[in-house]
């Protein structure tokens, strides 16, 4: 089993069962509800992309350009990387099968994309020191603690990794309807999954983490979460969480967990109302 860098795309296609390997949205989507994971990963089912998953996925692509560019030493313009972001726009939205209510509404997410872009280019320092963007990285899930390997990967995609005075900062963008400040364990899983990751593959320590948010309200904002580095206590609830996935694969019992994901669950009048136990 190899540890390293996979390019985007193999990422993107490496479907596989849902043996192939462990991602921190598989995690978070079984903790979430087993059954939804069950529609998902093991059905295989697809959903449409919503509004706010594409205006994420734009905003990520044009942040990938600046940041790739800014990787080979160029520092593009806000003006550049919107132009830029207009141009694929169309791609992307084939890619995603996204389908839009009315060219109003295309033209308004447009203009909402290249304002939060716009927005965090204004906020970040530009002496940012790239270390590494996009990384779609894979390492086998070996328990730092027993020494057992799981037989399975652990694979997951880093936004950023920038070269901060402490050491490696791992940084992950996010898009939210409103300002808050995420609470550090709903993003477990995937901090210290990225940490971890991140670990094994450069054999270094990572000097923090950090949520960058880009809030869609009238006026847009940029918000900065920091994380500390994580501990040995982050890994060991990591790969409790593992097992018992892990476990539940492979007694196959995927049980619904009604509360308050349901309210966003794109399966909940389709699927899961003709689910029978
Ligand atoms: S509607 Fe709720 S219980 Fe049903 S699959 Fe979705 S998240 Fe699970």
Redesign the pocket.
């Known amino acids: 089993m190899s540890t390293g860098l996979l390019g985007f795309e193999d990422v993107q296609e490496r479907q596989g069962g849902p043996m192939a390997y462990v991602s921190p949205s598989r995690l978070s989507c079984w903790l979430?509800?087993?059954?939804?994971w069950a529609?998902r990963y093991r059905d295989g089912l697809r959903t449409p992309t919503s509004a706010a998953l594409f205006t994420g996925k734009a905003v990520h692509a044009a942040l990938e350009v600046y940041y790739r560019h800014k990787q080979l030493g160029l520092t593009l313009a806000a003006d550049d990387v919107i132009q830029r972001s207009t141009e694929s726009w169309s791609r992307l939205a084939d890619e995603e099968d996204m389908t839009f209510d009315s060219a109003d509404a295309e033209t308004a997410m447009r203009q909402q994309v290249a304002d939060l872009v716009r927005v965090y280019l204004n906020t970040v320092p530009v002496d940012e020191k790239v270390l590494a963007v996009e990384v779609a990285a894979e390492a086998p899930l070996v328990d730092p603690f027993t020494g057992e390997d799981l037989g399975i990967p652990l694979v997951g995609v880093i936004d950023l990794v920038l070269d901060s005075q402490a050491g490696p900062l791992i940084a992950d963008f996010k898009t939210a309807a409103r300002s808050s400040e995420p609470m550090e364990i709903s993003n477990e899983i995937q901090l210290s999954s990225y940490a971890w990751l991140h670990r094994q593959i450069t054999g270094q320590q990572e000097a923090g983490l950090e949520i960058r948010s880009m809030i869609k309200t009238k006026v847009p904002k940029c918000e900065f979460h920091p994380y500390p580095a994580r501990t040995d206590a982050h890994f060991r609830r990591l790969f409790s969480v593992i097992r018992e996935y892990l476990a539940a694969l492979d007694r196959g019992t995927f049980n619904?967990?009604?509360?308050f994901?349901?309210g966003m669950?794109?399966?909940?009048s389709t699927?899961?109302?003709r689910?029978a136990g």
Do not use: I, N
Request: glycine share 10%.
């Open positions: 979430s509800c087993p059954l939804k529609f619904f967990r009604p509360g994901g349901c669950c794109d399966f909940r699927h899961c109302s689910w």
